[in-house]
C-alpha cells in the first residue's frame, strides 16, 4: 500500500536517497527542510505540526547530532507533534556506539507510536559529501584517531534499510544497526582513495585536541568543535562501535556495501579529483 512519509533531512546524505526510493515505490513524500513549503526547522517547533500534518510516518534525522544540547527537547517535541498529527511509525536515524543518542531513541520507544531505530556506523559518504571531502581534494588530510577499526556503512544501504523501516511492518519495535561489512581505519581509507583515484593524498595523524585546534583556527563555531571532539573520542574511541553488524543482510537480503565498490563508483564521478580552489 501506498504512503503518505515525511522526511526530514530529505536533502541531506541519508534523506534525500530515502526521498528518491519512495518516490520511485509510488509513495508520496514530503521534504522535511528550512527552504521547504511547508517549510520544517528544528530550531523552529512551531513548524513541526504542518510539515507532519497529513502524513502516515517519518524518518527523522535531527541536524547536527542527537548527541547536542537541545536533541532531546526537539525531539520530545517532535513525537508529541506526529501523535497529535496522527501519524502512525517513525524511524529515526542514531548513531553507533552513541551513548547521548540513546536518550533521543528512547523517548521514540515511549512515543506510543510504531517506531523503528536506525543505528549507523559513520557513513562512506562523509569521504565525499561531506567534510572530509575538500581535505581529500587539497591531497592534505589530517584526522585523530588515525589507529580506530571503524565499519564504514554507504548511505545507499542506510536509505535501502529505512525505507524497508518506514514501509514494511515486520521491522516495527526493531534496533537496526547499520555497517559495512569490513573495517578500515582513516589511513586505509585515505591511501585507498589515492590507489583508486592514482593521485598523492598525504595523511596525517594529530590528537584530538590539535584537530579541535585547527578547527577553531579555521573559524568552526565552539559548538561543533565539542561534537566533532566528541564523535571522535567517545564513539570512535568505542570498542562497541567497532563491531560489524548484518542487519543490512537481514533487511535487504544481500550483502552490504564494500568501502572498495564505494570508492570506485564515487572516483567514477571524478569529485576527488576536482581542486579546490579556497586552498
Ligand atoms: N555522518 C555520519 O557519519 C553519521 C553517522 C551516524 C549517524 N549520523 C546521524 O545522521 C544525522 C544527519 O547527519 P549528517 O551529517 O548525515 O547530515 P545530513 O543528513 O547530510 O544533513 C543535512 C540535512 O540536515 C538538514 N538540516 C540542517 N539544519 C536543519 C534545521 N535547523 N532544521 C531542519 N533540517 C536541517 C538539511 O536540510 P536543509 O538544509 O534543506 O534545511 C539537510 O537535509 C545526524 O543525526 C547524525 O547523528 C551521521
Excluded at 530529505?10 to 511547508?38: D, F, Y
Aim: aromatic share 8%; proline share 3%; net charge negative.
Amino acid at each position: 500500500m501506498k504512503k503518505q512519509i515525511l522526511v526530514i533531512g530529505g536533502t541531506g546524505k541519508t534523506g534525500s536517497r530515502v526521498a528518491q526510493i519512495l518516490k520511485t515505490e509510488g509513495h508520496q513524500v514530503r521534504i522535511g527542510g528550512r527552504n521547504e513549503s511547508p517549510s520544517f526547522d528544528w530550531s523552529k517547533p512551531e513548524s513541526y505540526g504542518s510539515a507532519l500534518e497529513g502524513m502516515e510516518a517519518a524518518y527523522v534525522t535531527y541536524y547536527p547530532d542527537l548527541a547536542v544540547p537541545g536533541a532531546k527537547e526537539a525531539i520530545t517535541r517532535l513525537t508529541l507533534a506526529a501523535k497529535s498529527a496522527g501519524l502512525k511509525k517513525l524511524v529515526l536515524l542514531s548513531g553507533k556506539g552513541e551513548k547521548e543518542a540513546e536518550a533521543c531513541e528512547r523517548i521514540v520507544v515511549r512515543s506510543g507510536l510504531d517506531y523503528v531505530l536506525v543505528r549507523a556506523s559513520w557513513f562512506n559518504q562523509n569521504f565525499s559529501e561531506s567534510f572530509l571531502l575538500e581535505p581529500i581534494q587539497a591531497g592534505q588530510v589530517a584526522l585523530p584517531m588515525a589507529e580506530a577499526q571503524i565499519p564504514f556503512v554507504d548511505a545507499n544501504d542506510i536509505a535501502e534499510v529505512a525505507v524497508k523501516a518506514l514501509t514494511e511492518d515486520q521491522w516495527n519495535g526493531r534496533t537496526l544497526t547499520v555497517t559495512g561489512p569490513e573495517k578500515l581505519t582513516f589511513k586505509q581509507v585515505v591511501e585507498e582513495i589515492a590507489s583508486v583515484t592514482d593521485r598523492s593524498i598525504q595523511f596525517q595523524s594529530v590528537s584530538v585536541e590539535a584537530y579541535g585546534e585547527m578547527m577553531k583556527s579555521a573559524g568552526v563555531p565552539d559548538d561543533y568543535v565539542w561534537l566533532f571532539s566528541y564523535l571522535f573520542r567517545e564513539v570512535l574511541g568505542n570498542a562497541d562501535n567497532q563491531e560489524i553488524s548484518y542487519d543490512v543482510k537481514e533487511v535487504l537480503g544481500r550483502n552490504a556495501t564494500s568501502f572498495r565498490e564505494y570508492i570506485e563508483r564515487t572516483a567514477d564521478t571524478g569529485i576527488w579529483n576536482q581542486m579546490v580552489s579556497s586552498i
